[in-house]
């Protein structure tokens, strides 16, 4: 399937998908909710040569979230015909949210709105020092959406959720780290590299063994401990026996070096 307002691509194991829209500050449009993101989901999915993805925006924006003039635009619709994207959006965000890889968003500019949305799918956000964060909502009278309530809560918890959607302000990079909401904070022009070298450091983990931890850790503000612990047991059993786990104990055992160790990266830098 190709690609329409985006752009993706894939090197060493880690993918890059691009929000080109630069003009509308990389305000979604129908072609990326209905095709671009829906196929992004599928790309990754499908290649086990993916190890990592990055989210981010074309032109020094991440996204300013959803056009305005495509809203007034619709008025006369009816009320399905309006829910139709958003509807068909709640098909491919629980999976892009679920991606069996690490999923870093670069947020570079306004990450507004359904942008807010579209960055808090990642598992880990860096920012540019003149990021900007805002569930804009509010200002047009509307309740967010894209999956904010869900996410925004388990990032920064619910009474500070509560106070950014009901005044709708904006903040910026610092703000949002002290939050818990971004990892780093980088310069503009060094954002991308910062994200290429989070993302390619998994470029030799197991993609099982991540896939299996997300879809347990995503459960974890809505199970109670024993379920937990099934759903823990389960996803064990499953990488015990995986190829990467037999091979990574040998090579513990012969006093190899392991297959994927952060503390190495680290010192290697």
Same mark, same amino acid.
């Given at each position: 399937m190709p690609f329409i307002d985006a752009l993706f691509q894939v090197q060493d194991g880690v993918a890059v998908f691009t929000m080109n829209n630069p003009k509308a500050r990389n305000a979604l449009t129908t072609p990326m909710m209905q095709n671009d993101f829906p196929a992004l989901v599928a790309e990754v999915?499908?290649? !086990? %040569?993916? @190890?990592?993805?990055?989210?981010?925006?074309? =032109? =020094?924006?991440?996204s300013a979230g959803g056009d305005i003039k495509f809203m007034k635009? @619709?008025? *006369?619709? $009816?009320?399905?015909?309006?829910?139709?994207?958003?509807?068909?959006?709640? +098909?491919w965000l629980p999976e892009l949210v679920d991606l069996p890889v690490p999923v870093v968003a670069a947020v570079d500019g306004f990450a507004f709105g359904a942008g807010l949305s579209i960055a808090l799918t990642a598992d880990l956000i860096l920012a540019s020092e003149r990021a900007r964060f805002s569930c804009v909502f509010g200002r047009v009278g509307l309740v967010p959406d894209m &999956?904010?309530?869900? $996410?925004? !809560?388990?990032?920064? &918890?619910?009474?500070?959720?509560? %106070?950014?959607?009901?005044?709708?302000?904006?903040? =910026?990079?610092? %703000?949002?780290q002290t939050l818990g909401l971004v990892h780093s904070i980088h310069a503009p022009e060094a954002l991308m590299a910062a994200a290429q070298n989070l993302a390619g450091?998994? #470029?030799?983990?197991? @993609?099982?063994?991540? #896939? *299996?931890?997300?879809?347990?850790?995503? +459960?974890?503000?809505? +199970?109670?401990?024993?379920t937990l612990g099934i759903m823990e047991m389960g996803a064990q059993s499953e990488a015990r026996e995986?190829?990467?786990?037999? +091979?990574?104990?040998? @090579?513990?055992?012969d006093k190899q070096p392991a297959l994927f160790d952060w503390d190495a990266m680290d010192k290697a830098r």
């Open positions: 999915k499908a290649n !086990p %040569e993916i @190890r990592a993805l990055i989210l981010t925006g074309a =032109g =020094g924006m991440f635009a @619709r008025r *006369n619709l $009816t009320v399905p015909e309006r829910n139709k994207t958003l509807d068909n959006a709640y +098909q &999956g904010i309530m869900h $996410t925004l !809560p388990r990032f920064i &918890g619910l009474q500070k959720a509560k %106070e950014l959607i009901f005044t709708a302000r904006s903040f =910026g990079a610092t %703000e949002a450091r998994f #470029r030799h983990a197991s @993609r099982l063994a991540i #896939r *299996n931890a997300k879809r347990v850790l995503h +459960q974890s503000y809505s +199970q109670d401990f024993r995986s190829d990467y786990h037999l +091979q990574a104990v040998d @090579r513990f055992l």
